[in-house]
């Protein structure tokens, strides 16, 4: 079944966008801090256990149900293997042996394979060379942005960066699987309590037999803290954003999240930190600018009328 959806994003798709940056922004963060005291897999469980219990709490207070229509069960367990266990699993693991920013430069890999992914699978969200290009600016922002601080790991801890690369595949494979839902009148809020219901029942025997939880020390008072807002903030809020988000404006713009992260760590640094903003970095934010506005279209169709407007009056 096609779903068709707005390839040009509203004012309020973009809003989202950034928040959503923000939020997933400090994903890493978080996990940083939970992995000094807490196995990669446990990790992974507490952040999708308490995150789906949090959203049926917040189902329950709003007197709503969770709407099973067919093939929802199966769509969901699908949905959770692609966006949640298999990326999350890698990540954890990835950062137990690689730095939070080298991480954060391969996430940015996401709408790469998000062009590629739903230009062969989907109907309406072809590659164009616009989008491509696009694309191609918004990594090359991000990459100049981090630096080249980085890049004499490029090479080292070699499984875990292609852990990384499977993650973001993972990620766009998700990101175009989800589109079902619109089609199957799934509410985002839904789609997110089922998503990480189905990742806490995969997650739970997982970490039963290879890490359990007997055998580990209890988790340090901070690790309970980013936890915790990695589950509230960092995943169910998000994923009620990121799904309504993929339901308005399809799934290559929703990944295109992982290019303003970089962005919103850095200004967030700035503000609140006080952090000195250096020219490489504005650079970087340029780039990713002219590649979001490339993706978008809206500005580069308006210079062409206007063009072709001129030369027709000449």
Same mark, same amino acid.
């Given at each position: 079944?096609?779903?068709?959806?707005?390839?040009?994003?509203?004012?309020?798709?973009?809003?989202?966008?950034?928040?959503?940056?923000?939020?997933?922004?400090?994903?890493?963060?978080?996990?940083?801090?939970?992995?000094?005291?807490?196995?990669?897999?446990? *990790?992974? /469980?507490?952040?999708? &256990?308490? %995150?789906?219990?949090?959203?049926?709490? #917040? @189902?329950?207070?709003? =007197?709503?149900? +969770?709407?099973?229509?067919?093939?929802?069960?199966?769509?969901?367990?699908?949905?959770?293997?692609?966006?949640?266990?298999?990326?999350?699993?890698?990540?954890?693991?990835?950062?137990?042996?690689?730095?939070?920013?080298?991480?954060?430069?391969?996430?940015?890999?996401?709408?790469?394979?998000?062009?590629?992914?739903?230009?062969?699978?989907?109907?309406?969200?072809?590659?164009?060379?616009?989008?491509?290009?696009? *694309?191609? /600016?918004?990594?090359? &922002?991000? %990459?100049?942005?981090?630096?080249?601080? #980085? @890049?004499?790991?490029? =090479?080292?801890? +070699?499984?875990?960066?292609?852990?990384?690369?499977?993650?973001?595949?993972?990620?766009?494979?998700?990101?175009?699987?989800?589109?079902?839902?619109?089609?199957?009148?799934?509410?985002?809020?839904?789609?997110?309590?089922?998503?990480?219901?189905?990742?806490?029942?995969?997650?739970?025997?997982?970490?039963?037999?290879?890490?359990?939880?007997?055998?580990?020390?209890?988790?340090?008072?901070?690790?309970?803290?980013?936890?915790?807002?990695?589950?509230?903030?960092?995943?169910?809020?998000?994923?009620?954003?990121?799904?309504?988000?993929?339901?308005?404006?399809?799934?290559?713009?929703?990944?295109?999240?992982?290019?303003?992260?970089?962005?919103?760590?850095?200004?967030?640094?700035?503000?609140?930190?006080?952090?000195?903003?250096?020219?490489?970095?504005?650079?970087?934010?340029?780039?990713?600018?002219?590649?979001?506005?490339?993706?978008?279209?809206?500005?580069?169709?308006?210079?062409?009328?206007?063009?072709?407007?001129?030369?027709?009056?000449?």
């Amino acid at each position: 079944m096609t779903t068709n959806v707005s390839r040009t994003m509203s004012a309020s798709d973009w809003a989202i966008l950034l928040l959503l940056s923000i939020l997933w922004g400090g994903s890493f963060f978080f996990i940083e801090i939970a992995l000094g005291s807490v196995t990669p897999l446990t *990790v992974v /469980l507490a952040r999708v &256990g308490l %995150a789906a219990a949090l959203l049926w709490v #917040f @189902l329950h207070v709003r =007197g709503e149900r +969770l709407s099973l229509p067919p093939g929802a069960a199966r769509s969901f367990l699908t949905l959770a293997l692609l966006n949640n266990v298999v990326p999350f699993a890698m990540f954890a693991f990835a950062q137990e042996a690689i730095p939070s920013g080298l991480a954060s430069i391969l996430n940015a890999t996401t709408p790469i394979w998000g062009v590629i992914v739903a230009h062969l699978f989907t109907a309406d969200e072809k590659a164009t060379p616009a989008k491509a290009a696009g *694309v191609l /600016l918004g990594f090359g &922002g991000v %990459a100049v942005m981090i630096g080249t601080d #980085f @890049l004499g790991q490029i =090479g080292t801890g +070699l499984l875990a960066q292609l852990a990384c690369l499977v993650a973001t595949l993972s990620y766009a494979l998700a990101g175009v699987y989800a589109r079902r839902f619109r089609a199957m009148g799934v509410k985002p809020v839904a789609v997110a309590t089922g998503q990480l219901s189905a990742s806490t029942l995969v997650m739970l025997p997982v970490v039963l037999i290879f890490e359990p939880p007997w055998r580990a020390a209890p988790p340090a008072p901070e690790a309970w803290a980013a936890l915790a807002g990695l589950a509230l903030f960092s995943t169910s809020l998000a994923y009620i954003l990121y799904f309504r988000l993929i339901a308005s404006a399809g799934a290559t713009n929703g990944l295109l999240v992982t290019f303003l992260i970089p962005i919103t760590a850095i200004l967030l640094g700035a503000l609140v930190l006080h952090e000195r903003l250096e020219p490489r970095q504005f650079l970087g934010m340029a780039l990713i600018g002219m590649g979001l506005v490339a993706i978008d279209g809206r500005l580069l169709r308006l210079g062409f009328l206007r063009r072709g407007s001129l030369s027709r009056s000449g």
